[in-house]
């Protein structure tokens, strides 16, 4: 194959097999093989870095999946800007930016009319928050079981949502059946040690 035919080679990633991909990725940044953390016994002796890229590549997977819902609804609603101003930008060849995590909460309430419940925002904001301080600034955990404990209520999160909003079906989607056995493996685990502090 010459140079001219492999730079024709077109590389393709949906938004919801990115979003599964980070997902993955973030699932086995934080835990090994049997499900529990990484070369770690507890949450407490896991590592910083696995901890940001674990949050950083978990994050970035649940914004894909929103956009993804969003996509499904309405292709525009995943950029920025108005309707109309999208619709201008796409048919003039230029490629919008996409919303952040406030524009597609907002968006999906008005569009697919779905809203998370009080206490999963709180869960999301959660989340971005130690992303965000993983990304963006300095970083303390006092508390790595809490930190731990909320990761894996996101992971259910995930899980719900892909059920109830993009009705994925694990005999369809080798990476969703992949999420949802880790996400329940994990889940035993964390009830397991969990139960064991107490």
């Known amino acids: 194959m010459s140079n001219a035919e492999s730079s024709n080679i077109q590389l393709e990633l949906s938004l919801l097999n990115n979003g599964l991909d980070f997902i993955l990725k973030g699932i086995d940044e934080l835990f090994d093989d049997d499900y529990v953390l990484r070369d770690y016994s507890t949450a407490v002796d896991i590592g910083t870095s696995s901890y940001k890229y674990g949050v950083l590549n978990l994050f970035s997977g649940f914004l894909l999946l929103l956009k993804e819902r969003l996509f499904r609804h309405m292709p525009e609603l995943i950029y920025k800007g108005s309707l109309k101003d999208i619709k201008n930008k796409l048919s003039s060849g230029k490629i919008p930016n996409t919303v952040d995590l406030d524009e597609a909460l907002e968006r999906l309430e008005i569009g697919p009319k779905f809203a998370f419940s009080e206490q999963d925002v709180k869960l999301i904001r959660y989340v971005q928050d130690v992303r965000n301080k993983f990304e963006h ?31 994925i079906s694990i005999e369809r989607s080798p990476e969703a059946l992949k999420i949802k056995e880790k996400i329940h493996k994990i889940d035993s685990v964390w009830e397991r040690t969990h139960c064991s502090l107490d």
């Open 137 to 167: 600034y300095k970083i303390s955990v006092d508390n790595k079981y809490e930190l731990w404990s909320n990761l894996s209520k996101f992971l259910e999160l995930i899980d719900n949502f892909l059920v109830e909003q993009l009705h």
